[in-house]
T-cell receptor, first 114, second 114 residues
Framework: KAGVTQTPRYLIKTRGQQVTLSCSPI?????VSWYQQTPGQGLQFLFE???????NKGNFPGRFSGRQFSNSRSEMNVSTLELGDSALYLC?????????????FGPGTRLTVT | AQSVTQLDSQVPVFEEAPVELRCNYS??????LFWYVQYPNQGLQLLLK??????LVKGINGFEAEFNKSQTSFHLRKPSVHISDTAEYFC????????????FGTGTRLQVTL
């Protein structure tokens, strides 16, 4: 079974631009979560989607948004990029909602904002 | 709300020596507990998880952890480490409710040397 895939793997953007990251979950998984990883703040939860609905949201500004499609693929968008948005963005998928379901992480998208 | 404290940011150890990585958590509700490992330029891989039942949990690659409710701890141990265990290790919690949101600790860098 293929793992979680994220595209692109690396991205360089300029301040003020916007960016869209993509995540394809493991086949059959309906829940997709996004995390931001930075050296200063560590791993922080962005949001979770299930059946095309946002179920949970972390403490990030409205510039960060996401969506999930009917095939469970998910995208996250960051508008008006700031230098502090430089990070590794990780996507995780799980079979269903609930803390007991194992989350499988993708390799991440490394975003650099200059 | 939950929080996770990993007391050691770095743990140097010689190959074939035992190691313990410490994790303490705080939560007002029941939680599930996890240990993840992250190798350079990769996503997170689940080592083990505690959902319920036996407080001693065995995971992959020879790792095990013990859940101690009274001390709110979930320390990770391995009796004999290998060079290949060099990586970043993250302790995480999630609530036992419907949310899959993981709250991570700041990570412990395990450095194994000859």
């Amino acid at each position: 079974k293929a793992g979680v895939t994220q595209t692109p793997r690396y991205l360089i953007k300029t301040r003020g631009q916007q960016v869209t990251l993509s995540c394809s979950p493991i086949s059959g998984h309906r829940s997709v979560s996004w995390y931001q990883q930075t050296p200063g703040q560590g791993l922080q939860f962005l949001f979770e989607y299930f059946s095309e609905t946002q179920r949970n949201k972390g403490n990030f500004p409205g510039r960060f948004s996401g969506r999930q499609f009917s095939n469970s693929r998910s995208e996250m968008n960051v508008s008006t990029l700031e230098l502090g948005d430089s990070a590794l963005y990780l996507c995780a998928s799980s079979q269903d909602l609930g803390g007991g379901y194992e989350q499988y992480f993708g390799p991440g998208t490394r975003l650099t904002v200059t | 709300a939950q929080s996770v404290t990993q007391l050691d940011s770095q743990v140097p150890v010689f190959e074939e020596a035992p190691v313990e990585l410490r994790c303490n958590y705080s939560s007002s509700v029941s939680v599930y507990l996890f240990w993840y490992v992250q190798y350079p330029n990769q996503g997170l891989q689940l080592l083990l998880k505690y959902l319920s039942g036996s407080t001693l949990v065995k995971g992959i690659n020879g790792f095990e952890a013990e859940f101690n409710k009274s001390q709110t701890s979930f320390h990770l141990r391995k009796p004999s480490v290998h060079i290949s265990d060099t990586a970043e290790y993250f302790c995480a919690v999630s609530s036992t409710g419907t949310a899959s949101k993981l709250t991570f600790g700041t990570g412990t860098r395990l450095q194994v040397t000859l």
